[in-house]
T-cell receptor
Framework: DTAVSQTPKYLVTQMGNDKSIKCEQN?????MYWYKQDSKKFLKIMFS???????INETVPNRFSPKSPDKAHLNLHINSLELGDSAVYFC???????????FGQGTRLTVV | AQRVTQPEKLLSVFKGAPVELKCNYS??????LFWYVQYSRQRLQLLLR??SRESIKGFTADLNKGETSFHLKKPFAQEEDSAMYYC??????????FGTGTKLQVIP
């Protein structure tokens, strides 16, 4: 009964490939997020979605695109992967007006 | 601009010693502050928020608006407290800024 789950947990891929990371939450929250944690453990918000509407885009490259088929899912698509995209990506969710997000376990992306 | 500063990248303390993880913020509005913890190979999880004025796992944090600080404290460190700690500021509508994190290492 994991609250926020991400798949895959680990992803190793070559430069130039296109990949997706899936995220699902069963908490009934209406806002979901994607965060990137770099090698120095710095955590930065990338996107958030509220009721299928993108409300934050923290100037990430347009190779990254969030896609939300429904309120419980927010998938992250990455095109033309670059070495610098290697990081741990965290999905999170929260209820509108309550920013105390529940986080997924993270996806470690390694681009070779 | 909104900013969260955690000046220490690494904090090492002996078991049983007091712990204080520093966090300063910059925000012109009314802040909502949080502490998150990430244990080794585990997900990031909310530790506490200032509006709750709660104590979780012996940790407390008081918002000091005059000093714009939200330091995390624990009187007696335990080995299981070793983790990465992130201070975070919620502002605007669904916007969050995280600090760069402090790694707490409790030495047995």
């Amino acid at each position: 009964d994991t609250a926020v789950s991400q798949t895959p947990k680990y992803l190793v891929t070559q430069m130039g490939n296109d990949k997706s990371i899936k995220c699902e939450q069963n908490l009934g929250h209406d806002t979901m997020y994607w965060y990137k944690q770099d090698s120095k453990k710095f955590l930065k918000i990338m996107f958030s979605y509220n009721n299928k509407e993108l409300i934050i885009n923290e100037t990430v490259p347009n190779r990254f695109s969030p896609k939300s088929p429904d309120k419980a899912h927010l998938n992250l698509h990455i095109n033309s992967l670059e070495l610098g995209d290697s990081a741990v990506y965290f999905c999170a969710s929260s209820q509108e007006g309550k920013v105390g997000a529940f986080f997924g376990q993270g996806t470690r992306l390694t681009v070779v | 601009a909104q900013r969260v500063t955690q000046p220490e990248k690494l904090l090492s303390v002996f078991k049983g010693a007091p712990v204080e993880l520093k966090c300063n913020y910059s925000y012109s509005g009314s802040p909502e502050l949080f502490w998150y913890v990430q244990y080794s190979r585990q997900r990031l999880q909310l530790l506490l928020r200032h509006i709750s004025r709660e104590s979780i796992k012996g940790f407390t944090a008081d918002l000091n608006k005059g000093e714009t600080s939200f330091h995390l404290k624990k009187p007696f460190a335990q080995e299981e407290d070793s983790a990465m700690y992130y201070c975070a500021l919620a502002w605007g509508y669904q916007k969050v800024t995280f600090g760069t994190g402090t790694k707490l290492q409790v030495i047995p």
